[in-house]
């Protein structure tokens, strides 16, 4: 059984469904939880009564008087070897219903993942659209050979690498844009793109998101009537830095 190191515990479907049992029986229950928890074959535990006892921690007495309160009130679930539940010397075997249940859909969502990943499963008309681990791990070493390829072209030309707040600036850009105006910004790559890194070698990410706020709260003309382009926004830089230097 996979590790797993912990379990789900419904506060009160415990408080109803043991509200008939003795204090001894909870406690002998919440053991026999844990244990089932830990079992090979998970919400499931065997043994006799001498040898649940010992693994609850109570005497066969009390083991015996558990058994025969959880039946009653249909808590778990018994099966034993001959007629007589609390024969000292039969095997029991007590299951949580919710448990198995539990453990049987973890099963099958791991078998129908496994199908999947092996493109073995067809009868729904499913196509397979995970990679093999072969042609993955073949795409995974092309894909950082060219990253490699591109960053020694990169040093070769002298161009420096991304800021690391470049896409985060054009992300917000256009989310604010589309705020604003309700209609995507068109974004142009090379010259946007650009713009963007001139400005964040001038200015901090977080100063930059300040003139961003500023070039919609302005009160310049000229500003306020021109369409918000990043090309507009570079041309008035100077004039919303000091805006926001004097709102601050």
């Given at each position: 059984m996979?590790?797993?190191?912990?379990?789900?515990?419904?506060?009160?479907?415990?408080?109803?469904?043991?509200r008939m049992l003795t204090a001894a029986t909870?406690?002998?229950?919440?053991?026999?939880?844990?244990?089932?928890?830990r079992s090979e074959v998970r919400g499931t535990i065997s043994g006799t009564v001498e040898e649940l006892s010992r693994l609850c921690a109570c005497s066969q007495q009390e083991m015996m008087v558990a058994i025969k309160?959880?039946?009653?009130?249909?808590?778990?679930?018994f099966v034993t070897c001959n007629a007589n539940v609390t024969d000292c010397n039969s095997i029991v075997t007590v299951s949580n219903r919710r448990m198995v249940r539990d453990e049987k859909e973890r099963a099958a969502t791991r078998k129908r993942v496994k199908r999947f990943r092996n493109g073995q499963c067809t009868d729904d008309g499913n196509a397979n659209v995970t990679p093999s681990s072969s042609s993955s791990s073949s795409s995974s070493s092309s894909k950082i050979i060219k990253d490699t390829l591109s960053t020694r072209k990169t040093r070769r030309r002298g161009v420096s690498p991304k800021h690391p707040d470049h896409q985060k600036f054009i992300d917000h850009w256009c989310q604010q844009f589309?705020?604003?105006?309700?209609?995507?910004?068109?974004?142009?790559?090379?010259?946007?793109?650009?713009?963007?890194?001139?400005?964040?070698?001038?200015y901090s990410y977080e100063f930059l998101?300040?003139?961003?706020?500023?070039?919609?709260?302005?009160s310049d003309k000229f500003i306020r009537e021109a369409t918000p382009?990043?090309?507009?926004?570079?041309?008035?830089?100077?004039?919303?830095?000091?805006?926001?230097?004097?709102?601050?």
């Amino acid at each position: 059984m996979g590790k797993m190191p912990a379990f789900q515990f419904y506060p009160g479907d415990w408080i109803q469904d043991t509200r008939m049992l003795t204090a001894a029986t909870r406690g002998i229950w919440i053991d026999m939880l844990c244990a089932m928890w830990r079992s090979e074959v998970r919400g499931t535990i065997s043994g006799t009564v001498e040898e649940l006892s010992r693994l609850c921690a109570c005497s066969q007495q009390e083991m015996m008087v558990a058994i025969k309160e959880l039946g009653l009130h249909n808590i778990a679930d018994f099966v034993t070897c001959n007629a007589n539940v609390t024969d000292c010397n039969s095997i029991v075997t007590v299951s949580n219903r919710r448990m198995v249940r539990d453990e049987k859909e973890r099963a099958a969502t791991r078998k129908r993942v496994k199908r999947f990943r092996n493109g073995q499963c067809t009868d729904d008309g499913n196509a397979n659209v995970t990679p093999s681990s072969s042609s993955s791990s073949s795409s995974s070493s092309s894909k950082i050979i060219k990253d490699t390829l591109s960053t020694r072209k990169t040093r070769r030309r002298g161009v420096s690498p991304k800021h690391p707040d470049h896409q985060k600036f054009i992300d917000h850009w256009c989310q604010q844009f589309e705020a604003e105006h309700d209609v995507k910004y068109s974004f142009t790559g090379g010259k946007d793109g650009n713009l963007v890194k001139a400005l964040l070698k001038d200015y901090s990410y977080e100063f930059l998101i300040k003139m961003v706020e500023r070039l919609y709260a302005t009160s310049d003309k000229f500003i306020r009537e021109a369409t918000p382009t990043l090309g507009l926004f570079y041309s008035q830089r100077n004039k919303l830095a000091k805006e926001v230097k004097s709102w601050e």
